[in-house]
């Protein structure tokens, strides 16, 4: 589940707000349980501990599934991402920009593969060719089991000006025919021909619908992916804070008019779980591939 700071949250954030319901979770972390088995556990009343199943249920952190005349729970989710809003860094000028999914310059994929816009699919799945048809430009979301994409950041950099950091965002998931809550894959960035580093998607994510991902989506395809942050600093690369190569914003060529931008999964990597990139009105979070580039 991938979570933001908004009001859109709080059911969550108030249903982990008890050490009751923690204890619930750690129990149906194990298996699955009817009320009185979690009552007998808790030493609690089955009246007490069904309120307390329902807060969870409706928060989508358990799902309920009638059994008989027995109510037995399970946990719907694994894993909680909570993405906080990103610092500002107000010493410097910047400018900023966002880069729609589908206005990539170069790609090459494999299937499974394919293109999503509000209203369907653009094109066929699983033909890359399609990749190169006009209507990308309209997707919300991509896929591919390898290979990588990429896409042209434009550099507006004066010349007397000095490149001091950069941040990317994007959504992104591991990609399996149709989902794989629990697929592991090896997702590199890199940016003017330097790794930025590699982020291993978890999964691919269809536990509960994304927030804008739009209703003729399958429940059990794609949803939502995760916020990850991108750094390049005079301090080397990071991903969502952690060190994550060697790459200084130095590496970074400031007299070209545009740096390339990739995604890809490498031949090479040791989980080849593919990728998927969520746009605008698509997944947990409405927006494309932004980008802050800080100068001085």
Known sequence: MDLDISSKSLSVFAALDSDVRLKIIRLLSKKKMNVTDISNELNLSNAITTKHLNKLEEANIIKTERIGKQRVSGLRIDTINVSFPQQLYSKFDNWKLELPIGQYTKFNVATTCGLAGQ???????????????????????LWFAKGFVEYEIPNHLSTNKEL?????????????????????????????????????????????????????VYNDMNQYGMLKSFRISKHGSFIDGQHSSNTLISDID????????????????????????FGNKFGNHDQAIKGIFYYS
């Not at 699919?121 to 890359?128: A, E, L, R, S």
């Not at 890199?190 to 269809?206: A, R």
């Not at 400031?254 to 990139?277: M, Y």
């Open 119 to 141: 209203k369907g699919f653009i094109g066929k799945v699983d033909n890359p060719s399609y990749f190169m048809d006009p209507g990308r430009y309209q997707a919300g979301m």
């Open 164 to 216: 001091e950091m950069i941040e990317i965002s994007a959504e992104l998931s591991s990609e399996f025919p149709f989902s794989n809550n629990q697929w592991p894959s090896d997702i590199t960035v890199t940016l003017d021909g330097h790794e930025i580093g590699t982020w291993t998607s978890p999964g691919d994510f269809s536990d509960i619908r994304g927030r804008y991902t739009p209703a003729w």
């Open 254 to 277: 400031q007299s070209k008019p545009s740096w390339p931008l990739r995604f890809e999964v490498k031949d090479n990597a040791k989980h080849k779980g593919g990728c998927t990139i």
